[in-house]
């Protein structure tokens, strides 16, 4: 996988939450448009005229909800991982969307997160061993049948704040397996309370989703 693509937008990514009765999709489809911008030049003894045809891309929001049959997932643990991957599959063939990848948002009943708190004087490498030490006491899961990861939040002027998130191995095979079966490329998995609040931008006196 190009990574680079990704980063530069050569591919686009798509935003899927699935739930236990409901798939909805998120993706910012490219649009190319033509338009002539016409510009005369004047000399002494002629006139130039220039025709030049650019391309703006300009972008439409697709927004797809469908149900699900409700013996597919149960509690955030999927039930029917082939009838998933199945339902996954028709809905992206219908959306004809142009691309195969996919940030995931899946239920927050399996998922387990937990922000820690460490002196602002705990930093860079000292951090991350530190919240190694947290990890290897302090989870209700062995970290050899769960997928962790963890990333800084705002803290405060005094403490360095970090969220961890970890999920059973069991759950998240049941979703990649049923997504890899519809053709979709997973780029990442996050629950939907991560989701929301990575799409709500904070400015003094006003929230935008």
């Given at each position: ?68 049959a ?12 082939d ?35 460490f002196?602002?004087t ?8 530190a919240m ?36 059973p ?41």
């Amino acid at each position: 996988m190009n990574f680079l693509n990704l980063l530069t937008k050569e591919k686009r990514v798509a935003g899927i939450e699935i739930s236990d009765s409901v798939i909805r999709i998120a993706f910012f489809r490219a649009q190319n448009k033509k338009y002539k911008n016409e510009r005369r030049v004047n000399t002494q003894d002629k006139e130039n005229k220039n025709i030049q045809v650019e391309r703006r891309v300009s972008e439409e929001l697709v927004l797809i909800e469908e149900p699900i049959a409700a013996n597919i997932i149960a509690d955030g643990v999927v039930v029917d991982v082939d009838l998933l991957g199945k339902t996954l599959k028709s809905i992206w063939a219908k959306a004809h969307l142009g691309t195969d990848y996919a940030i995931v948002a899946i239920p927050d009943d399996k998922i387990y997160s937990r922000i820690f708190s460490f002196p602002r004087t705990v930093d860079g490498t000292r951090l991350t061993e530190a919240m190694r030490l947290a990890i290897s006491f302090q989870l209700p899961v062995k970290t050899e049948e769960a997928y962790l990861d963890w990333e800084r939040t705002g803290g405060t002027p005094s403490t360095n704040e970090i969220l961890l998130s970890t999920v059973p191995r069991t759950v998240v095979q049941g979703y990649i397996t049923a997504l890899d079966a519809a053709g979709i490329k997973t780029l990442a998995l996050e629950s939907h309370l991560a989701s929301i609040a990575r799409a709500v931008v904070l400015t003094p006196g006003r929230i935008t989703l």
